[in-house]
Structures are given as structure tokens and as C-alpha cells.
């Protein structure tokens, strides 16, 4: 074989097997595949899958209280990776949360908003506004918020391990400390909140489960 052969074929070899390679070595799952809602439960009305993303909408549809899209399954220790982009209103990343009834979650929520909250940890129907925030600055508040990207696509990364909680958002710390009153396991779940008519997107949603 030439040498330019024998270059092209190690090329070849790089760029079609070291991506799948990396992918396994992190041990990531994804939670949705692209195509349908298979392994989550909401309303049909509300949720659907658009160009490879989840879309919730409530145009058309108007919510007289928060409702969720939710896993089937519960997790326990793990991070999770979600990509989310906001129209309007507010929405959130839940995890380490109880499933209710009618579409009902309770618990941990990574927040989206237009206003004030992106980035904050929230607790649904729990503690609601967490003690670490109302401690934070008008300041430490605004900076927190402004990681996130109003009507573009944002990364979340979320670790979960013990008492132990971490969000990262595009890049940025935004929490992470101990919280041994929270919940250790749940399911996770996005949101769309009861108020004006709202959608908000999420794609390339993946989990690493730690033992």
C-alpha cells in the first residue's frame, strides 16, 4: 500500500470510529432519540417532536397549572445533559422528582425564564425559592441569569451524587453545594408553566448514571 493510501485509510479510521469511541468511554444514554416520546408521560396535547427536538406548547391549549413531561423511569445519582432553548415565559429542567398525579412533578428544577431566574436552582410545590438564593445579591442574581441565552440553544449539566448538587450552564457554575434535606431520587421532567402561551425546546438530552 502507498503512503498516501495508507494516510487516507488512517484518516478514514479517526473520523468515523474515535467520535463513537469517546461517546462510550463517557458513558452516556440518551434519554430521547430524536424520533418519538418513548420512556416519557405528559400530555399529549402539549408535547411533540419537532426537527429532532421535544417542543412543549401551550398555544391552543391554555394550562390552568404547571404540567410536565416526564422520564418513566427514576434516577438516583447521575449527570445529566440537556440542550434547551426558550421562546418565552418560564420553564424548567426537573430531576430528583416525585411524579403526581395529572402530569404533576414535585422537587428539583434546573430554572428557565425570561426574567430573574435563569440558571437558579428552584424546588417545585416544595421549598420554592431555596434559602442559598435569597441569600445571593441582586447582583450574584442578574449575573446567574444572564448565562443563560434568551431564544437560542443553552447546555445544562447537571451532577447529582449523595447530598451533592451541581448545575453548569453554557460553561458556568451557576450552584453548587450540599443539600441534605433535598430528594436523593426521582424522575426527571420538563416543564411548561401555567400563564401566557409559552414553548420551549430540548434536544440532545443524555444521562451518565454513577455508581
Not at 451532577?159 to 431520587?185: S, W
Amino acid at each position: 500500500m502507498s503512503y498516501s493510501k495508507l494516510l487516507t485509510s488512517v484518516i478514514l479510521v479517526a473520523v468515523f470510529v474515535v467520535p463513537t469511541f469517546a461517546h462510550a468511554e463517557k458513558g452516556f444514554k440518551p434519554l430521547f432519540n430524536g424520533k418519538g416520546l418513548k420512556g416519557w408521560d405528559g400530555d399529549e396535547k402539549l408535547w411533540s417532536v419537532d426537527d429532532g427536538a421535544i417542543l412543549g406548547s401551550t398555544h391552543g391549549n391554555k394550562i390552568t397549572s404547571n404540567t410536565f413531561l416526564s422520564t418513566k423511569k427514576t434516577y438516583k445519582d447521575f449527570v445529566l445533559r440537556v440542550k434547551t432553548k426558550l421562546e418565552n415565559g418560564n420553564s424548567g429542567i426537573q430531576f430528583r422528582s416525585e411524579q403526581r398525579r395529572n402530569f404533576v412533578v414535585a422537587g428539583y428544577q434546573a430554572d428557565l425564564a425570561e426574567k430573574t431566574y435563569f440558571g437558579m436552582l428552584y424546588e417545585e410545590k416544595k421549598r420554592g425559592i431555596m434559602e442559598y438564593w435569597k441569600a445571593l445579591s441582586k447582583e450574584e442574581q442578574a449575573a446567574i441569569h444572564a448565562t443563560g441565552k434568551q431564544g437560542d440553544w443553552n447546555q445544562f449539566e447537571i451532577t447529582c451524587k449523595g447530598d451533592h448538587i451541581k448545575i453548569v450552564l453554557n460553561g458556568k457554575t451557576t450552584l453548587d453545594f450540599d443539600d441534605p434535606e433535598g430528594a436523593k431520587e426521582g424522575v426527571i421532567a420538563l416543564q411548561l408553566h401555567v400563564g401566557e402561551d409559552m414553548r420551549v425546546w430540548f434536544k440532545d438530552i443524555e444521562i451518565k448514571e454513577l455508581k
